[in-house]
C-alpha cells in the first residue's frame, strides 16, 4: 500500500515519488491504521531529508480520509 521510487529524469535532477493507498474505512481500528501508515511517511520523508535538505518528494495516491479527517488535522 505505500512504496516509494527515485527517478532519474535528467543528469541534473531527480525526485523521489511515493504512492500510497491508505487503509480503508471508517472504523477507529481503520482511523488506528491511517495514523500509524501516515506517521510512518512522515519518518521515512523526515530521513531522506535529514541526509539531503534538497530533495524532491512527490506524494500521490489515496488516502482514504475527507479534508475533515482526524487522521489528516
Known sequence: RLWSATFYPA???AFTLTGVHLKAGRSPRD?????????????????WLRQDKRVNLMMAGDFNATPNSEELA
Open 31 to 47: 482511523v488506528a491504521m491511517r495514523k500509524g501508515q501516515i506517521q510512518y511517511l512522515i519518518g521515512q520523508y523526515n530521513q
Open 11 to 13: 543528469p541534473d535532477y
